[in-house]
């Protein structure tokens, strides 16, 4: 499935072993995860289908869950058996790794994702109910409940090699149940962890749909900001800037008054040194009008303000981390290999009092006594060559107004891959967001890697709301978005 050819020059970063060589040198199938040897199937009858889920090897704690409404399947929740660290020589601990599935049919195609974060219940992805396949979501490790006991958690095994090996093993296990074809997904950290998967072990499934996936190449990566000055709409961009400006200068005094005696100037910075990044990662290019201007009366600008900068964090969730340290987790496997943003503009920048808020300066302020590796960017490198010059049966799904897609991979080479921008489309971007043509083109590309033809179109959504589970990622994400930039304010009043 995955195209051989000139992968070897791309793998001396990654340091893979002699020992998946053959005499000639020459990486064998296996190296990269090839099912040259599959073991024997397993019972899949509908008719008995838990039974045979707890008959795979690895999962436990098997329980029957009710589907969410409109969902017709059988909806199961699950652990799966995981090491801390695959490739350690000793055993390094386990953990037992959530799995939600929906189980739509033995004869039937299956997605799998690692979303990225902690589990998202039954949400799914466009994909499932389009094919009416199987959908498995894994709970990314050290996230949620897919934690080691506190004596064995390691940082360092928190690698983009060791999250591909959690998914590989469950596709290795399941693909014995499930015999149809395969697809993998997942949507921004998702959907980057989908293609990393993909490189390592290009063999386990027939194709892979990333959505909104970045790759970044540093640990503040600049290209982000420059991206958003190429591509976003410019009076749109430009009065988001000015609102920012204002609210940090001549209307500074107001909003405070109008705030109360709580919250401080430092408050107020921390909402807004990213703030036109938020709006463009989730709102859209048709609410510029309702962004105040000079021309509006403090009245109106503080009615904007307030809505916006109280309403929409009331609706962030706590996080559902089972240990204090996952949100941690997720900053370090961004600063140590697959790379953040730099999400500050260079309007607002001046204007903050003390230095910019980082997510390496909440790390090392957050966890003081956890070391931190040097960033690494040779595995980004390595993937954003894979994908476009090497990878089959790969579409890539970004949105055009989206930050986040400042870090998109190139257009992949193959015939049988492809990249897909939504217009004015945001973070939440997918097939059935595009128009006529590129809809058309995405579908068969898709239909292809599924096996079968999908049971309804990805018809064409005149909505801007994504689907659940693209919702889910984002107030996970705005809540982690928000500690990191309220660094600065630890006593701060505002809803965290």
């Known amino acids: 499935m995955g195209k051989m050819t000139g992968l070897l020059g791309l ?61 017709t399947a059988a909806c199961f929740e699950f652990d799966f058996l995981q090491p801390v ?37 039954f949400y799914e992805s466009e ?28 940082w360092t ?79 749109c961009a430009q009065r988001m800037r000015d609102f920012q400006a204002a609210t940090l ?23 807004m040194t990213y703030w036109d990044w938020t709006f463009w990662q989730y709102d859209s290019v048709t609410s510029c009008d309702d962004i105040p201007t000079a021309a509006s009366t403090d009245d109106e600008f503080a009615a ?31 600063l140590t290999e697959q790379g953040f943003a730099l999400q500050v503009n260079d309007t607002v920048a001046p204007l ?17 006594d956890v070391a931190l590796p040097p960033f690494n960017a040779a595995l980004n490198d390595i993937v954003r060559t894979f994908v476009r010059n090497n990878a089959d049966h ?9 930050p986040w897609s400042g870090g998109a991979l190139d257009v992949p080479e193959q015939r049988s891959s492809g990249q897909f921008f939504v217009e004015n489309g945001n973070h939440g971007a997918e097939i059935s967001m595009l128009a006529g043509a590129e809809q058309t083109r995405a579908q068969m590309l898709v239909t292809a890697m599924m096996g079968q033809p999908p049971v309804a179109n990805l018809l064409r959504r005149t909505s801007a709301v994504p689907s659940p589970i693209f919702q889910a990622i984002a107030d996970r994400e705005r809540a982690l978005h928000r500690r990191i930039h309220q660094l600065r304010a630890p006593s701060s009043r505002l809803p965290r």
Not at 184 to 211: E, M, N, W
Request: net charge neutral.
């Open 352 to 368: 903050i009092s003390g230095p910019t808020p980082t997510l390496e300066a909440y790390f090392k302020f957050s966890y003081s």
């Open 11 to 71: 793998l001396g970063p990654l340091s893979l072993t002699l020992a998946a060589c053959g005499d000639n040198g020459v990486l064998s199938p296996d190296a990269f995860g090839g099912r040259n040897d599959a073991p024997p199937k397993l019972r899949c009858d509908d008719t008995t289908f838990a039974a045979d889920l707890a008959a795979v090897p690895g999962v436990s704690n098997v329980v029957r869950k009710t589907c969410p409404r409109g969902v």
């Open 85 to 121: 660290q695959h490739q350690a020589a000793t055993p390094s601990g386990t953990l037992q790794q959530h799995v939600n599935l929906t189980h739509r049919g033995c004869s039937r195609p299956t997605v799998v994702a690692d979303w990225g974060y902690e589990s998202f219940g």
């Open 249 to 271: 200068t001549t209307r500074r005094s107001m909003l405070l008054s109008k705030l109360g005696p709580g919250y401080s100037g430092v408050d107020l910075e921390n909402e």
């Open 304 to 334: 904007y303000a307030l809505a916006n900068l109280l309403g929409s964090q009331r609706r962030v969730p706590a996080a559902l981390a089972t240990d204090p340290r996952s949100d941690g987790a997720l900053s370090y496997e961004w």
């Open 157 to 235: 095994a928190l690698t983009v090699r060791n999250g591909a090996d959690d998914l590989h093993a469950v596709v290795t296990a399941f693909r014995r149940l499930y015999q149809h074809n395969w697809v993998s997904t997942g949507a921004s950290k998702g959907g980057i962890t989908a293609l990393y998967h993909r490189y390592f072990f290009p063999a386990d499934v027939d194709g892979t749909v990333a959505y909104v996936a970045p790759a970044s190449r540093s640990r503040a990566d600049a290209e982000y900001q420059a991206y958003m000055k190429r591509t976003l709409p410019v009076a």
């Open 394 to 402: 790969v579409v890539l799904v970004y949105g055009q107004n989206d």
């Open 127 to 154: 994909l499932g109910p389009a094919y009416n396949a199987n959908a498995i979501s894994i709970e990314h490790r050290f996230q949620g409940t897919s934690i080691p006991a506190p004596e064995q958690w390691d």
